[in-house]
């Protein structure tokens, strides 16, 4: 008899304001498409909202799936020239988060819903094809 640890699901972040209409649909979308038809769980969601500092990790690496440091950021804050400056705009400027990122963590991908969630419906369903 062999024993095999239970698999754990994987990761999608949400960084979220819940004060914004689009972070509380992307949200609601990624609940939604959580569980498979049979009720199996397909990935775990970790909502982290503005009262959550995103780790100086979590950053860099969510700034490498989206190729700089921009599409984190409103479109009208100054770009940061490193993680802590980044890090430090988040904590004095929490609207500088003004639209929702997920990231799919096991997969390296990041989708950031600006004026729609296309990006992260797109996200989503690769993750729903992926067997990671």
Excluded: C
Aim: aromatic share 4%.
């Amino acid at each position: 008899m062999s024993f095999r640890p239970p698999k754990t699901l994987p990761i999608l972040s949400i960084f979220h304001n819940a004060q914004l209409p689009l972070s509380r649909q992307a949200l609601s979308l990624l609940q939604s498409r959580q569980q498979r038809p049979s009720g199996e769980d397909v990935y775990r969601v970790d909502i982290i909202g503005t009262d959550t500092l995103p780790t100086k990790d979590q950053l860099h690496q969510m700034a490498s799936y989206l190729h700089g440091w921009q599409p984190l950021l409103a479109k009208t804050a100054t770009s940061p020239s490193n993680i802590q400056d980044a890090q430090d705009l988040l904590l004095n400027e929490p609207t500088a988060l003004n639209r929702p990122i997920v990231v799919d963590w096991s997969n390296g991908k990041a989708a950031v819903g600006d004026s729609s969630l296309d990006t992260i419906e797109t996200l989503l369903q690769q993750r729903l094809k992926s067997k990671k």
